[in-house]
């Protein structure tokens, strides 16, 4: 299979998923008017299933002008900025809601990812071809640390509640399926801080074009592995339910 | 702490003739033993952790008759509502964002 194949069906599947939790977490939260659900419909919504398209379409797609590509740029920038915050406040109000120090992260967070998007609006103004949108900026450099800071915090607590979960698994006190849903949440969190680094990395030390295929293919590895990730713990297929059960019985 | 963590505590004091200390300490191992939180753990959940923990954490302590007393901590536990867990527990969400919309 060629590169370009690959790219477009791991991509496509990234998306797909993302938008499919997210619309299923609001509908959820629709019905019971919980934060959690919100957050994290709202957080997966805006950042895969139309942040990440738009973005994509702001340098890539064909027949775009540079003009529309800016404002594609500029929206993809709200969108994501905004969804990022959002998985911030899950991580904070599942894992940490009584700490002092995660309501201090999530107000920083917010107010740093509001900053930071008025400052890729400028950024995106000033950009003369299409493609230096994917290029990095200082903007999107300091966005992707604060992605990826906040990947690394939703992955660490996931797995920390993972642990403790096992714990009630043993005794019975829980079922497997949760269990696993926060494991494979946490290998959500995993992926996407991949994805995020790798391209983080590539811009910060200047990778030539001729290493740009493994950038990208890492990258669609690791939108592929998030979608399965998110497939399993929130569409999970019967079969899966019966091995997941069954490890445990 | 939860209304059913109290009332575990209570009770192991009384069952085990216990120093409050003591009974508040070896709750406490117990409900970090079976992944628990003293804030969401309810009385459901700690009837399990009082049957399949306690007498061995007893034992451990040099209480006599420790499977005895498990059953007295039981039998008090089961008399208090089972209590729902914490609509926002992260067992609670998780649970829930698998289910229906």
Known sequence: ?249 | MSQAYQEFCRQIETCASLSDLQAMGTARILVKEAGLDSKTATSAKLSVVASKLLPRQLELLGVAGSDGVAAKVNAALAAIAPGAAAANAPEAVFRRLGGTV
């Open chain 1, 1 to 249: 299979m060629k590169l370009e194949t690959f790219e477009a069906i791991a991509t496509a599947i990234f998306i797909v998923m993302g938008f499919a939790v997210g619309l299923r977490m609001l509908l959820l939260a629709r019905r019971t008017r919980e934060l959690p659900e919100l957050t994290l419909g709202g957080g997966l919504f805006l950042i895969v299933g139309l942040g990440y398209p738009l973005f994509l379409s702001a340098a890539l797609a064909p027949n775009v002008s540079l003009t529309t590509g800016r404002l594609l740029a500029g929206s993809a920038a709200v969108l994501m900025n905004f969804g990022w915050w959002l998985i911030c406040l899950f991580t904070w109000r599942v894992f940490r809601p009584d700490a002092a120090w995660a309501r201090v992260v999530g107000a920083v967070c917010g107010l740093s990812l509001a900053a930071l998007t008025v400052a890729r609006f400028v950024d995106v103004a000033q950009v003369s071809e299409r493609v230096q949108f994917i290029w990095s900026s200082p903007s999107m450099t300091a966005t992707r640390v604060f992605a990826l800071a906040i990947y690394v915090w939703t992955g660490v607590e996931a797995l920390l509640c993972h642990a403790r979960l096992k714990r009630q698994l043993a005794l019975g006190l829980i079922e497997a399926v949760v269990v696993n849903r926060v494991l494979l949440w946490a290998w959500v969190a995993a992926c996407c801080f991949t994805s995020v680094f790798v391209g983080f990395f590539a811009a910060l030390i200047g990778v030539g074009i001729q290493h740009m295929a493994l950038v990208r293919l890492l990258t669609s590895i690791a939108g592929l592995g998030c979608g399965l990730a998110l497939y399993l713990a929130f569409f999970p297929p019967r079969f899966y339910l019966r091995r997941v059960a069954g490890a445990t019985a």
